[in-house]
């Protein structure tokens, strides 16, 4: 956005100039940290390596199914792991095998609509972003969308994906049935009423199951949105979050560690006259990585400078800019920088006490991670394996750049999520196993228990799906 661009080259000449100042030498080595685990030598099968480019694998086979039949028949009789894939933007290792890949890419589109109920039948490989113009064809739209519309609908919901909003819960929450080809060979339909067990387990499955083929999902009428971004206190936002909530339909803080400042996110249903100022600027990160690494080195001063210039530049940022328009034009948001990212959900009650410690324990161990953090508080729900299971949750993300290590810092900070009883976003970083996990999720050995039933085999089971499992 104009402002906030404004606002980040402003910071930059101030930093450049504090540093040129400064006698002393440069803060080190860059990362060794590849962007991309692994090469492509002509000739040879084709790599898959993931947007973030932290994981990657050669399988041996690569299917592209067109019908649900055809992905039934695909799974009965391909022999090793099998794994689906859709747009290839979970940070985790939900994805890699060397044997058999199953590609969504051509199971897309709206299947039907019910202008009654205001259900939508999509399937599961049609990508978000292609969403929103499907529905609003049949005078409906999806009432709370992702901040990224990259990922698949059927990715979406198997790591149960979601945005923010105290009334609003994850992806899975909105799925009222589906259709899950099985390891089998089988095509089960299955919603509350019908197969209710398998429902509840396959609306956030991590693709443990089989692959969801399509799904039906609860919709609302069209509407506009005006999402409203500024500059603000980290702490005056935390001891107002209910009242800022209660104020916006949707509310989110991208936190600044060094800082005392967070990107405040307000987004509220559109009112006449709503107009639109300043645009997205999705390299604005690198911009702030600039100024954080002009200053920060200095020692005894860097963090304080750093801190002391983003304040000064944003008491003369100027007001809100503002996006206005279709929701589904107004949630996502470009994201072109590449970065790794982990993200637990604690109890929405102990959100704010996790953030504070987290962005302490940043600035206190002196740990490389500069990277704009993520807040956001979404109501709970009853998938069975959804992070938001039984409980409005606090989702705290914690970001690293592509090309730094990202291992080391996030092992400090993962243990904090531990103490206040987070679960692992799915799609993101994380180390926990079986047994842990069992720990957090009520239903852990009921989702088990179907797994087993429809994949006795453990045909669906990577690597890293043996270890969430412990099978």
Known sequence: MTQRREFIKKSLTLAVGAAAAATL????????????????????????????????????????????????SILKNSTGTVRPVGASHSFS??????????????????VNHNPETLEAELMAGTRMH??????????????????????????????????TGTEFGSMSSYVTGLTLATPSGDLIDCDRENNSEIFQAARASIGALGVVTKMR????????????????????????????????????????????????????LAKAGDKSSGEDDPQAVHTLRSV?????WVPGIGQYAYDKILNVVAKDAGGDTVRT????????????VRFREMEYTVPAEVGAQCLREVLATIKKKKL????????????????????????????????????????APFAEIEPIFWKYGGRPHWGKIHTLDDKRLAELYPHWNDFQEVRRELDPSGKMLNTHLKTLFGA
């Open 25 to 72: 030498p440069g803060c080190g080595e860059p990362s060794t940290e590849p962007h991309t685990p692994i090469s492509f030598t002509p000739g040879k099968p084709l790599p898959w390596v993931n947007w973030a480019g932290n994981h990657a694998c050669v399988p041996k086979v690569r299917y592209a199914p067109r019908t649900e039949d055809e992905v039934a």
């Open 93 to 110: 290792a939900i994805v890699p095998t060397d044997d058999t890949f199953i590609t969504t890419d051509l199971l897309k589109g709206l």
């Open 130 to 163: 292609a969403v929103g113009e499907m529905l609003a064809s049949v005078g409906q739209a999806m009432p709370n969308m992702p901040d990224m519309n990259y990922p698949s609908m059927g990715g979406a919901i198997a790591t149960a994906v979601h945005a």
């Open 217 to 268: 999902i609860q919709n609302q009428k069209p509407f506009e949105l005006t999402e409203f971004g500024s500059m603000a206190n980290t702490e005056e936002v935390l001891e107002n979050w209910d009242s800022l909530c209660e104020e916006y339909r949707h509310y989110e803080i991208l936190p600044i560690p060094y800082s005392s400042l967070s990107l405040s996110v307000g987004t509220r």
């Open 292 to 296: 954080f690494e002009s200053v920060a």
């Open 325 to 336: 328009g279709r929701s589904f034009d107004v949630f996502p948001h470009s994201r072109i």
């Open 368 to 407: 490389p991670l500069f990277f704009p953090l993520e807040y956001r508080v979404v109501k709970g729900d009853d998938a069975w394996l959804s992070m938001f299971h039984q409980r409005d949750g606090a989702a705290i993300s914690v970001h690293q750049y592509g090309d730094l290590d990202y291992k």
